[in-house]
């Protein structure tokens, strides 16, 4: 006979047991199961079942969406929602004092100031030609195709990803999928709470989250399409909070238009060089760059990648100085 006391004990033991096991079943996502990168994530694993149905109905695989959504076992995250609301709503209700563009200055590579901080190195030059030597047919190659030098094409892949470097910590596929489906204040309270006067705003507030969820769903949408017709997995593609990816940083529905096939593969895989220059270089041709541009005209065209003039400049200064190097 056991003593009643150690009894009590071996029972309590095992119902510890019990619900330890209940709480690790998988496929069951826990209500405070907290997102990649630290935020709290919003518990509405039911909206990956609508998204999924969405996409099907819009004319993807079902049989391919259902398998892949029934992978995703974490709720959605609040986190591009969250950071894209707070990013409109400071803009528009809490505007800071308008600071004085900067005025350009004059340098001597001739490529007007400001750049990024510590980009326009020789150290940095001499990385992106090493690159270039390295991946010589892929420049060659896209520079004769789309007439875009082929310092230009380093320089923006440094810019945007150190030469593919970093290539951002999300994955492309859950960050778009949770910003189409985070459309309610309520869903993004932990942001919220810290923009001054937001409870006034709310009707605003919505209609921008709606918006925005609207965006992100033609942008997972093209993403799919592009992993199911490359055989790519979605959860296998990082990305940037908002969904872009590879080594140029190409929107998913930039990929109809612009990407290219660059090694003839069969697959454009934006996280190959050969692929990711070729399609850089084709949306800048197909922007307006063409031969015996001047600084004003590159720049209009690097800004159509990405529309502030120091990000322009940057590239510019730095493929100079590329070209420069002995």
């Not at 119902?15 to 990649?36: F, T």
């Not at 060659?140 to 923006?156: I, K, M, Q």
């Not at 932990?190 to 209609?207: M, Q, S, T, V």
């Not at 063409?290 to 990405?306: A, D």
């Amino acid at each position: 006979m056991f003593p009643a006391s150690r009894l009590y004990s071996m029972i309590l033991g095992l119902l510890a047991l019990s619900l330890a096991a209940c709480a690790q079943k998988p496929g069951i996502p826990s209500q405070n199961l907290v997102a990649e990168n630290g935020q709290e994530s919003v518990s509405a694993t039911k909206d990956w079942q609508a998204l999924s149905l969405r996409l099907q109905r819009d004319g993807l695989s079902a049989e391919r969406t259902s398998a892949l959504f029934a992978r995703l076992d974490i709720p959605p995250s609040s986190i591009p929602m969250g950071t894209k609301v707070k990013e409109l709503y400071s803009n528009a209700f809490l505007p800071r004092p308008k600071a004085r563009p900067p005025k350009p200055i004059e340098t001597k590579l001739g490529i007007p100031g400001p750049w990024f901080k510590g980009v326009v190195t020789v150290e940095n030059a001499k990385k992106c030609r090493e690159f270039m030597n390295k991946h010589a047919v892929a420049f060659a190659r896209a520079e004769l195709d789309y007439g875009v030098p082929s310092e230009v094409a380093a320089a923006l892949l440094f810019v945007e990803t150190r030469l593919g470097g970093y290539l951002g910590k999300h994955n492309a596929f859950y960050m778009l999928a949770s910003m189409s489906v985070v459309r309610e204040p309520e869903d993004i309270p932990e942001y919220l709470e810290k923009l001054k006067g937001a409870e006034d705003h709310l009707p605003w507030i919505r209609e921008k989250m709606e918006i925005k969820g609207e965006w992100a769903y033609k942008e997972l949408k093209a993403l799919l399409t592009y992993c199911y017709a490359n055989n790519i997995d979605p959860l296998e593609v990082k990305g940037s909070i908002y969904g872009a990816f590879g080594l140029c940083q190409f929107m998913p529905t930039n990929l109809p238009r612009y990407g290219v096939d660059g090694n003839k593969d069969g697959v454009i895989d934006l996280f190959t060089v050969d692929d990711a220059v070729a399609s850089l270089s084709n949306y800048l041709r197909k922007n307006g760059w063409k031969s015996g541009l001047s600084v004003t005209g590159q720049t209009k065209v690097l800004r159509s990648y990405n529309a502030m003039n120091i990000y322009a400049h940057t590239i510019l200064a730095l493929a100079k100085t590329i070209r420069q190097l002995p």
